[in-house]
């Protein structure tokens, strides 16, 4: 494809894999011999069932520790938000210039949060929209539920790695995904604000 191209060209990045369905795509990433330093680049909304947010989801919670970049057209405030709430690490707007598109697939995959082809004005409106979607729909997955659960029982991070039969950076990646769902910054905090809520896993299906 031109923009396979155009982006071997114009980073230092190579293009390893691509989909056309939310499923196919997750199924690209399982494959990859290896995944470091990997960039997934999502399309919002992904047309079909799963949808481009159930592949974020599912992204985020198989490979926590993948950055994940949403890609949309003429994107309005919520869907924005939805992405970055979803798990997106940032979102980039098809209107944004060329240089603009690369610099943010370079920004991303350094680890940087972008927000890239949105007017100034409207920032405000998506972390406003942030907010409101964590109140809805604040549930953590059933990874992040395992994860918090074993915490619950006083075991360490290796410990619950090794129940998981995880790594353990993958541990301590779900434990701070799951204090910035929950608003805390520490696991005691987190545990609290567990047991005075209803979280639940929600299917990746109803994403």
């Not at 059933?142 to 039969?165: D, F, Y």
């Not at 993958?170 to 609290?192: C, D, E, F, M, P």
Request: glycine content about 10%; proline content about 3%; overall charge positive.
């Amino acid at each position: 494809m031109a923009l396979t191209r155009l982006i071997e060209m114009e980073t230092s990045m190579r293009v390893v894999g691509q989909a056309g369905s939310a499923a196919d795509a997750l199924d690209v990433v399982r494959g990859l011999t290896s995944r470091a330093g990997l960039l997934v680049v999502v399309s919002v909304p992904l047309l079909g069932r799963p949808d481009g947010f159930w592949l974020i989801r599912a992204i985020r919670s198989e490979f926590p520790s993948l950055r994940i970049l949403a890609m949309g057209a003429h994107s309005d405030e919520s869907l924005v938000a939805r992405s970055l709430f979803f798990g997106a690490d940032g979102f980039l707007d098809k209107s944004a210039t060329v240089q603009a598109f690369f610099e943010a697939l370079d920004e991303a995959s350094r680890g940087e949060v972008v927000l890239a082809g949105l007017p100034p004005e409207r920032l405000g409106a998506v972390a406003e929209g942030i907010r409101h979607q964590r109140l809805e729909e604040g549930r953590l997955t059933g990874r992040e539920l395992e994860v918090i659960t074993a915490a619950a029982e006083g075991l360490t991070a290796r410990q619950i790695a090794r129940r998981l039969s995880v790594r353990e950076r993958t541990v301590t990646t779900h434990l701070s995904r799951i204090y910035g769902k929950l608003g805390v910054t520490n696991r005691i905090a987190a545990l609290a604000a567990v047991g005075r809520s209803s979280l639940l896993a929600r299917p990746f299906s109803e994403a």
